[in-house]
């Protein structure tokens, strides 16, 4: 089955101590994204590759970082999180390109005290 | 960044047929217009992507005037299932650009 794994689903942590959400994508797709969803904010993108080793800032870049060693994962990384960064995260993949059709996955709702 | 206007929310009773406009006035010549639905607590789900004229499928239609500064998608005769959030989205298909997000509209479907 065709899909897009985020892990952890939930993660309440405090302020300052590391974490990554992992994110795993099947499909044998270029394109892989991060996006945040806060209320009356819709969604907003925070990074996304084009492919292997290439990166750019999305809308919202600020306190995150990503990598991209493999072309199946795409991990999100809160090195220092503070409490503006609880929210709820969503990792995408499409075939090549961001304008075409996304897959997203089921989320992961951080909370950050 | 090519960004997108749709109203924040709409009502509709079962059976209606929607429709949900989006206004792009700033759209690329190489971007595509895509469509998302979100039901709560769940990622977003591609509904239905369009360059220009008319698309349909399964589910819904996408109608583009010729000036492509807006889009409207059309939902057949809905059901309580099809109460969720609509995103539109423009952006070019290969394109190495970030991508905006509108905030969506929200449709309620009432029995």
């Known amino acids: 089955e065709a899909q897009v794994t985020q892990n952890p689903r939930y993660l309440i942590t405090v302020t300052g101590k590391k974490l990554t959400v992992t994110c795993s994508q099947n499909m044998n797709h270029e394109y892989m994204s991060w996006y945040r969803q806060d209320p009356g904010l819709g969604l907003r993108q925070i990074y996304y590759?084009?492919?292997?080793?290439?990166?750019d800032k999305g809308d919202v870049p600020e306190g995150y970082k990503v990598s991209r060693k493999e072309k199946r994962n795409f991990p999100l990384i809160l090195e220092s999180p503070s409490p503006n960064q609880t929210s709820l995260y969503f990792c995408?993949?499409?075939?090549?390109?961001?304008?075409?059709?996304?897959?997203f996955g089921d989320g992961t709702r951080l909370s950050i005290l | 960044l090519a960004k997108t206007t749709q109203p924040i929310s709409m009502d509709s009773y079962e059976g209606q047929e929607v429709n949900i406009t989006c206004s792009h006035n700033n759209i690329a010549t190489n971007d595509y217009i895509t469509w998302y639905q979100q039901f709560p607590s769940q990622g977003p789900r591609f509904i239905i992507q369009g360059y220009k004229t008319k698309v349909t499928n399964e589910v819904a239609s996408l109608f583009i005037p010729a000036d492509r500064k807006s889009s409207t998608l059309s939902l057949p005769r809905v059901s309580l299932s099809d109460t969720a959030v609509y995103y539109c989205l423009v952006g070019f298909g290969s394109g190495n650009t970030p991508l905006v997000f509108g905030k969506g509209t929200r449709l309620s479907v009432i029995a």
């Open positions: 995408a993949s499409s075939r090549a390109g961001g304008g075409q059709p996304q897959h």
């Open positions: 590759s084009m492919n292997v080793e290439a990166t």
